[in-house]
C-alpha cells in the first residue's frame, strides 16, 4: 500500500485547462501543461501540503467515459507535477473516470485518486452512477497499482440521492470501509459549499478510515473542520474572489495557511 497518510493534510487543488476534444478548449497541450506546473509550483512555494488535478472547465462532462486523449493528457500533467514539486499528489478524472483516473496516477507515480460513484447509486449532472467499488479495485489489482489510494466521495456534491435515501451518511461511509475505500470524502451540496461539520463527526466516529472535507473550506471555517477531518481538498476559496476558475490568490493561501499554523 502507498506510504503517503493523512495527518491534518491542506490538499490544494489544480484546476487544469479544458482539454483537448472538449467544448471550451483553446489552447495547445503544452500551454495547458506548463499552466498547470504553474499553480502547483506556485502552491508548493505557498507552503501547501498536497495537490491534487482535475479536469473541471471539461463541461460537460461525459457519465464516466473518456477519450485518451483525456487520460493521456491527464498523466503527463501528473507525471510533471511530481517530478517538479516532489510533493504527495492525487487526481480526479470527470466525471466517475476512475479507472482512466487509476491508471494515469498509476503512471505518472502519484500517491491518490478521488474517486466518485465507488458505493451505492445516486444520480448526477451526468446522469445515472452505479457503484464501481469491485470493477475499480481488481483493476487497480490487476495492473499492480495497490500503492494508490482511493479516496471515496459519499453523498457527493451536484447530486441527487433519492434512490438512497433511506441509507444515512454513516450507513455510507460504513459500506464505503467495507468495500475497502483508502478513505471518504465529504462534501456540501455544490462547489464551494461547506459540508455539515455534524455529519464529519459522526462518520468520523464510525469508521476507521481517514476522513476529508471536499468543499467550501476557507479561513473562517478551516480550524473547526480540521478538528474533525484527516484533510482537506481546497479549491474555490484559494483562487482570485472565490471562484473556482479563477487564478490562485496567494493573499488567500496565506491567510488560511497562517489561520492553521496559530495554535
Partial sequence: MSSFSFNKTIIGMIHVDAL????KNSGSVKSIIESAKNQALRYRSLGIDALMIENMHDVPYLNRKIGPEITSVM?????????ETNLPCGI???????KEALASAHSAGADFIRAEGFVFAHVADEGFFNSDAGELL???KQIGAENILVLTDIKKKHSSHSITGDTDIIDTAKAAEF???DGVIITGSATGTEPLLQEIINVKKNISIPVLAGSGINAENVKSYLEYCDGLIIGSYFKKEGKWSNPIDPERVNLFMNKISVS
Fill in 20 to 23: 483537448p476534444g472538449t467544448p
Fill in 75 to 83: 498523466s503527463i500533467i501528473l507525471y510533471e507535477i511530481k517530478k
Fill in 92 to 98: 480526479q478524472i470527470l466525471a466517475g473516470a476512475n
Fill in 138 to 140: 481488481r483493476y487497480r
Fill in 179 to 181: 468495500f475497502l475505500s
